[in-house]
């Protein structure tokens, strides 16, 4: 049995991303089933000490974590061998580098379109008044100059940290992912050819098609107490509860 253990649900973005860097290193894990946007259900013994509703929870033995780039860190530093060994680069400078995209892409990329998310491919059935929909064409702005920043980085170099897919790279594939393909934001990659050929590129890759399709498997019924036991190729089993 894998000893990580990944609480929470495909469909949310700090699963999705924690999920994408354990098929990139080829590590076995867990997937307890959680649905926080229904209301947690049936709190696991090590949710219990959580924040009630918190999205995320990763255990690895005695080590819990619940921030989805810490974790990808964590990940990455843990199994350099296995996998994509260029998830941190090799070497102070290119770390150096990745980290400079991972804090970009979580101080300017996350939060406009983690709002655009929000209330566009999640929240559609909410009310927006006037003062929110001028919010998000505010935020659609803001990511658009964010996103020219990447063109230009872009025609420089195949990813953003240079010519290697890294943690930099993969951190941004759950916004960008819903931006795409439910918030009908798909102009703002499309109109960049070099964000467009990036973005191409990174979500074909296999570690993010397997997590997509886990995000269109049907969710466990609710108050089902029988684990359903899903194997996959890559890591042992998925358990929804």
């Given at each position: ?142 990511l658009a100059r964010v996103l020219d920043t990447y063109e230009r980085k872009l025609g420089e170099t195949q990813y953003l940290a240079g010519d290697d897919f890294t943690l930099a790279d993969l951190s941004h594939l759950p916004n960008s992912h819903y931006l795409v393909n439910k918030a009908e934001k798909k102009y703002l990659f499309e109109n960049r050819e070099n964000v467009w050929r990036w973005w191409t ?41």
């Amino acid at each position: 049995m894998a000893s990580i253990k990944v609480f929470g649900s495909p469909t949310s973005t700090e699963v999705s991303r924690v999920l994408a860097c354990l098929f990139e290193k080829d590590v076995d894990f867990q997937l307890i089933h959680i649905d926080t946007y229904n209301g947690v259900q049936r709190i696991p013994d090590p949710l219990k000490s959580q924040p009630h509703g918190q999205a995320l929870t990763f255990e690895d033995g005695k080590t819990t974590l619940v921030e989805s780039r810490r974790i990808c860190r964590h990940i990455s530093e843990k199994f350099p061998e296995r996998g994509n060994k260029m998830l941190l680069g090799k070497g102070m400078l290119e770390r150096s580098a990745i980290e400079q995209w991972l804090l970009a892409e979580e101080q300017n990329f996350d939060p406009p379109s983690a709002s655009l998310v929000f209330h566009l491919a999640f929240a559609t059935d909410l009310i927006i008044g006037k003062e929110k929909e001028k919010e998000l064409v505010e935020n659609e702005k803001l990511l658009a100059r964010v996103l020219d920043t990447y063109e230009r980085k872009l025609g420089e170099t195949q990813y953003l940290a240079g010519d290697d897919f890294t943690l930099a790279d993969l951190s941004h594939l759950p916004n960008s992912h819903y931006l795409v393909n439910k918030a009908e934001k798909k102009y703002l990659f499309e109109n960049r050819e070099n964000v467009w050929r990036w973005w191409t590129e990174i979500s074909q890759r296999p570690s993010w098609k397997k997590v997509v399709q886990m995000q269109n498997e049907p969710p466990a019924l609710p108050g089902n107490d029988e684990r359903n036991v899903v194997p996959l190729s890559v890591y042992e089993v998925v358990f929804r509860v």
